[in-house]
């Protein structure tokens, strides 16, 4: 039976495995692994400086601390995914995958449909929306087996 070019990405806002099926169908072969730092930090620490200051409008001469207009957090966290995109855009292009099953936390799965293109999104075959970045290899494998394999599940 020829080997089946399926991709199967597993990610969080963090962090990205993105695996294939092995040969003998017994499992998955790590393809590509990555952590990405600036998401795990707190929000503070990627702010550049302290927040600016502002006063009130009216006179009682309040000063106040201006909040960002966005989660720094939520901002790294779609730059992963914007980052994913272009693994999985560069992996299309290299041939290496025709199918693709995305298995994401459900607002990186909605980042991922985002920022992906139209090519890439017409290889995907399947959506688990699941967080199983922290499973184990063995128990990841277990799990997703229905979804890769499922005459032989």
Not at 36 to 50: C, I, Q, V, W
Not at 123 to 128: A, D, H, L, P, R
Request: aromatic share 6%.
């Amino acid at each position: 039976m020829p080997k089946r070019k399926l991709w199967v990405v597993v990610a969080d806002g963090a962090r990205l495995r993105i695996f294939r099926p092995d040969a003998e169908r017994r499992g998955l072969e790590v393809v590509h692994e990555e952590l990405y730092a600036p998401a795990r930090m707190k929000g503070s620490e990627l702010l550049a400086d302290r927040p600016g200051r502002t006063y009130d409008s009216t006179h009682d001469k309040g000063r106040h601390a201006m909040e960002p207009d966005t989660d720094p957090k939520r901002v790294e966290k779609e730059k992963f995914a914007f980052r994913i995109s272009e693994l999985l855009e560069e992996g299309l292009n290299n041939g290496q995958y025709g199918e693709l099953v995305l298995v994401a936390a459900p607002r990186m799965l909605g980042d991922l449909r985002t920022a992906l293109s139209d090519r890439v999104r017409s290889c995907i075959v399947e959506e688990v929306d699941k967080d199983l970045t922290w499973l184990p290899h063995p128990e990841l494998e277990e799990r997703l087996r229905p979804v890769i394999w499922p005459t032989t599940a």
